[in-house]
């Protein structure tokens, strides 16, 4: 058993949150969305100005929510890599600060060990191994869990990530930022099926198409080519429809993928994660499939698919019960492979 403190600072959310093992003691988000709106996306520089400015209070915030005192935590964490350089490192130094004042052992997290650890909340009796489909704003893979910090990569995109598709997608719909869920609320308006756009499949050399990985730069392509039609022909463009079958098509063309994977590997449970998990079409679809097949499909709660810390201090309390704990001297790294993670830690 494992009380650990986190802090999650990656990119525009300042987040810090109490868990015990996989229950909630407390979770603080302090969201920087208004801010960067005005950007029309995140600003690096920013982000960390505005991290370090409330970083303070959301640690005594979280602190106050969890009637806890700093004797009853076991750890300290901070999210240490993949994300901004700047923004991690408020997160980081802040983790470290507090991890030498109080005496407690201090650990470096990977901010998609978290995503995958965000469905263990709901779920506390979930175990590897399983399938895991990690979509966020910077990445979409198809990772398989065989336990903690043990992860191999079966699937990924070729270029943009889901939730980036979404952003981009919004962007020229001129939606504003951030784009996945405007286009969700209005896509539940439109037609799904109003446009045929391409699921973007990955060739083989030898023929055929790559079963797991995908591409969504060349849907984006087709959404742009699709306004500038229907710009063109004069009317008005039918956003929710476009959204609606944007979304649909993104949803169909990741179900497909998490569903051969699951079966292929003989794996019974998906586990999706990162803020594209959010996505209702998503959810529906990846459902009904899953239920067709008889595989169980498990999702975060809503408030725990975008960034939050609290996912973040789960996947700590699970390396912390291991033995597992980081150097003082851990730095942070803009880009790590989830395969690496366990470069991050020393056993004792
Ligand atoms: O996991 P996350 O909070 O941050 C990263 O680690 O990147 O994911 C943010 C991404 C953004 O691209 C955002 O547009 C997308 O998740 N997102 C959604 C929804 N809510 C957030 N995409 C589709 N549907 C949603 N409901
Ligand atoms: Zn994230």
New binding site residues.
């Given amino acids: 058993m494992a009380i650990v403190l986190a802090i999650e600072t990656s990119?525009d959310e300042t987040a810090v949150a109490i868990v015990n093992n996989r229950q909630i003691c407390s979770s603080i988000v302090a969201s920087q969305i208004p801010v960067h709106q005005q950007y029309g996306g995140v600003v690096p520089e920013v982000a960390s100005r505005q991290h370090l400015e409330t970083i303070n209070w959301a640690i005594a915030q979280s602190m106050e929510q969890a009637q806890l005192n700093w004797e009853q935590i076991d750890g300290i964490a901070a999210t240490c890599a993949p994300g901004l350089v700047g923004a991690l490192l408020v997160g980081l130094t802040a983790a470290k600060t507090l991890a030498i004042l109080h005496n407690k052992p201090f650990l470096g997290v990977h901010?998609l060990e978290g995503?995958i650890y965000a469905t263990y909340l709901s779920e506390p009796t979930l175990d590897p191994p399983f399938l895991s489909l990690l979509v966020?704003?910077g990445h979409t893979s198809l990772i398989y869990v065989k336990n903690c910090g043990d992860y191999k990569t079966l699937g990924e995109t070729r270029d943009d990530a889901a939730g980036e598709a979404f952003d981009k997608v919004a962007r020229l719909l001129k939606l504003g930022y951030p784009g996945g869920p405007v286009i969700d609320r209005l896509a539940q308006q439109g037609n799904p099926q109003a446009f045929a756009l391409p699921e973007g499949k990955v060739s083989l050399p030898a023929g055929g198409y790559h079963p797991y990985d995908g591409s969504f730069s060349g849907l984006k392509t087709a959404v742009l080519r699709l306004v500038q039609q229907l710009e063109k022909n004069g009317g008005q463009v039918p956003v929710a429809d476009v959204a609606a079958s944007f979304q649909e098509t993104v949803a169909r063309s990741l179900t497909k993928r998490a569903i051969a994977c699951a079966l292929d590997y003989g794996l019974n449970t998906i586990a999706v994660g990162?803020?594209v998990a959010a996505n209702s079409g998503l959810r529906k679809n990846l459902q009904a499939a899953a239920a067709k097949h008889n595989l169980r499909v498990l999702f975060p709660h809503l408030e725990f698919c975008t960034?939050n810390a609290a996912m973040i201090a789960c996947a700590a309390a699970e390396h912390l019960s291991l033995g597992h704990t980081s150097p003082i001297t851990l730095g942070v790294e803009s880009r790590l492979a989830l395969t690496q993670v366990m470069k991050l830690y020393q056993s004792d």
């Fill in positions: 990119c901010h995503h966020s704003g990162g803020g960034d």
